[in-house]
């Protein structure tokens, strides 16, 4: 896809799934391997995150995959994961790699995870927060 010039430049924003401990984990894991502060985030359940989603065409209470927001573009399944991937460190940026994958395996596989995900690491009643040095970085 082609960048829409006429857009301001914003950072890209990723929308996770703010009751999953395999989600809030990956969360912090990126804040601590980002090579620069770029990504902004925010809870698919949250006000924030539910905007996003209907600007971008997919449903309200969406929660099938991570969301990441490339100005006027959003990437769900393995796209956004691996596309996230850019913005860490080496060697960590290596996985962005595996875009070139068949999408449709290498979604399958995402999807897999994602099914199994709240059977597999649980689920928090309420949404993670993020510490107050951080919560200029999380839309609300």
């Given amino acids: 896809?082609?960048?829409?010039?006429?857009?301001?430049?914003?950072?890209?924003?990723?929308?996770?799934?703010?009751?999953?401990?395999?989600?809030?984990?990956?969360v912090q894991f990126i804040l601590r391997h980002e090579s620069a502060p770029t990504l902004r985030f925010a809870a698919l359940q949250s006000e924030a995150g539910q905007a996003l989603l209907a600007a971008h065409g997919l449903p309200p209470g969406y929660q099938a995959s991570l969301v990441l927001i490339e100005g006027p573009a959003a990437y769900t399944d393995s796209d956004a994961a691996l596309r996230t991937a850019a913005y860490l460190r080496l060697p960590w940026r290596w996985l962005a790699g595996l875009r070139a994958l068949y999408k449709p395996a290498r979604d399958a596989a995402y999807r897999f995870v994602a099914r199994r995900r709240y059977r597999w690491f649980?689920?928090?009643?309420?949404?993670?927060?993020?510490?107050?040095?951080?919560?200029?970085?999380?839309?609300?």
């Fill in 1 to 26: 896809m082609l960048p829409n010039r006429s857009l301001p430049k914003v950072a890209p924003i990723l929308l996770f799934d703010g009751v999953c401990n395999l989600c809030s984990s990956a």
């Fill in 122 to 140: 649980g689920r928090k009643p309420s949404c993670w927060l993020p510490t107050p040095e951080l919560s200029a970085r999380f839309l609300r």
